[in-house]
């Protein structure tokens, strides 16, 4: 909705914001703050209005409230100096008639540690926008971070859409932005002379600066060598890490994260939203750089990232790999605040992001394909009754999430005066939610194919469930569906998380279910089940006895 100010014109509303509020920094968003149940879209559903006009609708029915759209270099600056805003435009018209914000996505110099998304004038010109060269000297398709004339190219185009948004979003639909995607080249360094010369000299003292003020907090890779050298304050990048891959990681990590804050700090000088970068991850403890895009933001290199893009406010990963809690945890920190601009579609990913780890959003890539993904889209409803609550409670210590991971079998959450135990039901199953502890006797859990057993943390007395209701929040506002005891909660020894029930004819029987690799490929038989589960709301009293 479209708010007025007394003059009859559109309101200003505050810049979103990244603010700390208790333990949890917040994405704030017209002065509040804003849970991103979002998605992100094709790379290029975005491009044309035509292809975008049915898709608004039906990322409005999945019960998202942020969608993650790219806007590419090449359309937006076809010919140098001539800027086409069009398609920011209809986006920004569209994504308020349906009661969504934006992520805006900018893919300039680099997606995917290539260069596709740059306009023609910028591919043909190889001597001004000068590539990466291979080990045999040859260009590949990649522009060099090394190159200063691609540098200045892509911060004024990324500067005149950041100041054209800021001229035309008063109402602030776009609350966040991605400049540059899944930065990195896929070989050890650049090799050109630029980048051959830069290696040979000493590394950068804001960065040894860094090292030195935040050896306790460091990422333990990066500790690790620095620390093998004899943690020297200053050298060359062979003097202070060896001569290894990672050194040449660590060099060409600089490089992109200086590069890309300039074009970050060009464009909040326009307009100061809040920015991150994302990484395309190492898929394996022994990968060496080169296998993923070397001189990406992964967990490896965070800490140079932190030193050379002080105009960057958060690094972020793209999760496709199966160990999500090992990943959240490693970008989690006091400096990075968790966001998953793009995962694989398991909707429990959100849950335990949200509530373990004060995540400000989570987003399923190709989320226009899932628009029949049943298990999802009552997922995000169920977050969307809860979001005021996951807000209010991120950062207390009071919230923590569920999560099944391959063999696990239980959970155990240590709060004030009792423990709770999570017991996973079914192993074929996804198994996910969160519990948080509303008052001193009062729980609120949420989820899906788990039973919660409670105990009290005085070892001498008996914790115990006195009722346990189901029901939802509409409008903010709890309603109670019925109170359980008796089979549904063995009498009240167990809260046990069924979710909540639909029938399987409601499913399109070829969508609506978790489809993931490895070991938490989950299948379930339409023909043999009668009942659908999604994830259900819980509210429990407990007392202690002796």
């Known amino acids: 909705m479209v708010q007025c100010d007394n003059k009859g014109g559109v309101k200003e509303e505050t810049i979103p914001f990244l603010q700390k509020n208790g ?23 975005s491009s044309t209005v035509e292809y975008m006009e049915p898709v608004w609708a039906r990322l409005k029915s999945m019960n ?12 937006l600056e076809p010919e140098e100096g001539i800027f086409d805003y069009h398609l920011v435009d209809v986006m920004l018209q569209k994504a308020r008639e349906n009661d969504l914000r934006l992520c805006l996505l900018w893919f300039g110099s680099w997606k995917n540690g290539e260069s596709s998304y740059v306009p023609g004038w910028v591919k043909k010109d190889t001597e001004r926008f000068f590539r990466v060269k291979n080990k045999d000297g040859k260009n590949i398709e990649t522009i060099s971070p090394f190159c200063r004339e691609a540098r200045k190219a892509d911060a004024k ?4 859409l950041m100041k054209y948004l800021s001229e035309v979003d008063k109402e602030r639909t776009v609350i966040l932005i991605q400049p540059e995607n899944e930065v990195g080249v896929f070989q050890e360094i650049d090799y050109c ?7 040979e000299k000493e590394v950068p003292e804001k960065l040894m600066t860094y090292l030195e003020d935040n050896k306790d907090m460091l990422n333990q890779h990066v500790k690790e060598i620095w620390e093998s050298k004899g943690s020297v304050k200053a050298g060359t990048w062979k003097e202070v890490f060896g001569d290894t891959p990672f050194t040449k990681e660590f060099f060409m990590a600089w490089q992109y994260a200086d590069y890309i804050d300039e074009v970050a700090r060009v464009g909040k000088e326009q307009y100061p939203l809040p920015m991150f970068v994302n990484a395309w991850l190492v898929q394996y403890p022994e990968q060496l750089p080169g296998g993923y895009p070397t001189g990406g933001p992964v967990s490896r290199v965070i800490d140079i990232y932190k030193a050379a893009a002080g105009h960057l406010d958060i690094l972020t990963p793209d999760i496709y790999l199966p160990d999500f809690k090992r990943i959240v945890a490693e970008y989690h920190r006091p400096d990075n605040p968790l966001l998953i601009p793009e995962s694989t579609m398991e909707p429990g990913r959100a849950f335990y ?8 959003g989570f987003a399923p890539f190709a989320i226009e394909d899932e628009g029949e ?14 979001q005021s609550l996951i807000i209010r409670y991120q950062g207390t210590g009071k919230m923590r999430g569920i999560l099944k991971y391959g063999d696990e079998m239980e959970q155990v959450f240590p709060f004030k005066d009792y423990t709770l135990k999570v017991v996973y039901e079914k192993n074929n199953e996804p198994a996910y939610g969160l519990i948080i502890q509303t008052d001193i006797d009062e729980f609120l859990v949420a989820g899906m194919n788990f039973k919660v057993f409670i105990s009290a943390n005085d070892p001498n007395k008996i914790g115990y469930f006195e009722q346990i209701w189901e029901g939802g929040y509409e409008a903010g506002e709890w309603s109670s569906a019925r109170l359980l005891n008796g089979d549904e909660t063995w009498h009240n020894y167990a809260l046990i998380a069924v979710g909540r029930l639909y029938d399987s004819s409601e499913v399109n029987a070829s969508k609506g279910f978790l489809e993931a690799e490895g ?10 089940r009668k009942k659908i589960a999604t994830p259900g709301i819980y509210k429990a009293k407990v007392y202690i006895r002796n």
């Open 64 to 75: 998202l409230n942020t969608v993650l759209a790219a806007v590419t270099w090449e359309l």
């Open 353 to 360: 992001a949200f509530a373990e780890h004060d995540a400000i």
């Open 373 to 386: 993904h049943f298990l999802l889209i009552k997922s995000y409803e169920v977050l969307q009754e809860l």
């Open 519 to 528: 070991e938490q490929n989950f299948t379930y038989s339409y023909a043999s």
């Open 23 to 45: 333990g949890a920094v917040q994405l704030m968003v017209n002065d509040e703050p804003f849970l991103m149940i979002a998605g992100e879209l094709h790379n290029s559903t």
């Open 157 to 160: 185009a990324f500067g005149a």
């Open 193 to 199: 002379p630029q980048a051959l010369v830069g290696f």
